[in-house]
């Protein structure tokens, strides 16, 4: 999650290069509101928040002589739950991870990568406790009520590695705009937990953004 939200600050913050933006001195700076998962939900579910931060991407441009600095700061939050995966013992295999990214306005026009990243290209990011994590195709579609917005919640097949051994995981994306920033939410864990699902969906209901 940390190299999605780098990636995505850098991409958004080139895109306002060469828009008018370089007027005035003091630097521009968007900021999303966080968004998290109620404690309600966590206690429903069983995860415990693992990591919450915010990170700014600085940029600095200079277009005909004039320099501006643009400051894009995202907010990140990650929840994780350990169950008994047998040989493999306890582990914090159930992994589900919140993004928040703020639209930028200049000049009347608004810019965000997020608005044209497929979920798959999303996905292609995404990085958490799984090392070598490979995603596959798409099983499942559906659509949920996600932050107030019919949304839809994409399921995909993979592949990842814990405790040594390369196991199927199942992992769920969606996209929403909310109040002016676009909320990502993602759930990843082994597909042997055949009732994991139903957890993404309560943290899904229990999502929050700006609270």
Known sequence: MRKLAIL?????????????????????????????????????TGYEQTLN??????????????????????????????????????QRAAVFATFSSPEVSVASQTFNPISDMSNRELLSQFGSNYDGLSVGQQVENQTHTVLGSEAGVEKYEGTAELGGQSIDVYIHVTTVKHDGDYVVALGLYPQQLSGEETHVFAMLDGLQHGE
Do not use: M, W
């Open 8 to 44: 995505l600050s850098v991409a958004l913050v080139a895109t306002t290069a060469g828009c008018g933006f370089l007027l005035g001195d003091e630097a521009l700076a968007f900021e999303s509101a966080p968004a998290s998962v109620s404690d309600e939900a966590l206690s429903e």
């Open 53 to 90: 931060e915010s990170q700014t991407v600085s940029r600095e441009f200079t277009v005909a002589g004039q320099s501006r600095q643009v400051n894009v700061t995202n907010h990140l939050a990650q929840y994780e739950r350990s169950i008994d995966l047998g040989p493999l013992g306890e």
